[in-house]
């Protein structure tokens, strides 16, 4: 970049600005507050994340053994009414075991492979998915992820009931100290991510998919906003 009289002028005004942006900031008078909301919401879908596990003695017997309860877990929610939309499956990890004997060289024992399915269903469905996968030989439960399919909805009001918070809270303070509030000086707000985990090992997945009375709780929708607001002198 070529600096004529006209750049060197401009670039020596961008200190001075921001110097009096923060002497203007210094010398007004603030009231901070922070809002924050939770709402609670019953949840009724599911982001299911089921493995399965298996040895064998070279790789492609290990991975024969994956992709075929994984084809056979996959058949059997297509026909039960799991969209195929909602379905993933494209990983595969192979990793070799050894077995290490002691001031030996290691030795190759076999090979182990894993696979990944994760779907999406709704609450009711859940059990039944979680029976499915045990009969075909899905052992593992990486996760559960519980939503609400009202999510979008529930996170808007989670944001409005924590900026009315916010402003109640100015009000308040405000009034308390005798003074007014003359608008807002600066907003921050950074969008939550509302997620309920629930994880099984292998009893635990078996108790679940057969314990109709099993409790999922609930799904939180936290918001929080940070507001400076301007008082008046």
């Known amino acids: 970049m070529k600096f004529t009289p006209a750049n060197k002028l401009l670039l020596l ?13 210094a010398e007004q008078p603030l009231l901070e507050t922070v809002g924050v909301s939770q709402i609670q ?22 991975k024969q053994q994956a992709d075929k309860a994984v084809s056979a877990f996959i ?32 030795e190759l024992t076999g090979y182990r492979a894993s696979r990944d399915v994760t779907l999406t269903l709704s609450l009711p469905q859940l059990n039944a998915v979680l029976d499915k996968a045990l009969e ?20 808007l009001k989670a944001r409005d009931a924590a900026i009315e918070d916010a402003k109640q809270k100015a009000k308040a303070l405000a009034k308390g100290f005798d003074t007014q ?39 939180n929708f936290s918001d929080r ?7 008046k002198e």
Do not use: H
């Open 41 to 62: 919401a019953e949840p009724d879908m599911a982001e299911v994340t089921v493995a399965v596990v298996a040895k064998g003695d070279d790789a492609s017997s290990a």
């Open 181 to 219: 509030l003359d608008g807002v000086w600066s907003i921050r707000y950074f969008e939550q991510t509302p997620v309920t985990t629930l994880r099984f090992n292998a009893a635990e997945m078996k108790q679940a998919s057969t314990d109709q009375s099993y409790q999922y709780g609930t799904v």
């Open 75 to 106: 058949e059997r929610l297509l026909k039960s009414g799991v969209k195929k939309d909602d379905i993933s499956s494209a990983n595969l990890n192979l990793t070799p075991q050894y077995r290490y004997p002691k001031e030996q060289e290691p």
């Open 136 to 155: 075909e030989g899905m052992n593992n439960v990486r996760q559960i992820n519980l939503k609400s399919s009202k999510e979008a909805e529930l996170r």
């Open 13 to 25: 005004g961008v200190p001075c600005l921001l110097l009096s942006s923060a002497v203007l900031a």
């Open 225 to 231: 906003v940070e507001v400076s607001y301007k008082l």
